[in-house]
């Protein structure tokens, strides 16, 4: 479902942004919570800091994290 990592944003908190990790394809600007979300074969992980670092936004589909 896609959802496997998810955690809400208010909990986000006790989470360090650098340590936790997403998803992103080659091709695509979202971040993800799950590798398989959606059609994305192959995600790479990366550190939600670094997403954020890099211009990527959190996907409405499987709903990471956002703050």
């Known amino acids: 479902d896609g959802a496997e990592g998810y955690i809400a ?4 908190s ?4 650098a340590s936790f990790i ?7 600007q979202k971040y993800h919570s799950g590798s398989k979300c959606g059609s994305m074969k192959n995600g790479q992980e990366i550190s939600l ?11 409405a589909k499987c709903r990471p ?3």
């Open 14 to 17: 006790t989470h360090d942004e």
């Open 22 to 28: 997403v998803y992103i394809s080659a091709t695509g």
């Open 9 to 12: 944003e208010d909990d986000l």
């Open 65 to 67: 994290p956002e703050k």
């Open 49 to 59: 800091a670094d997403a954020r670092a890099r211009g990527y936004t959190a996907c």
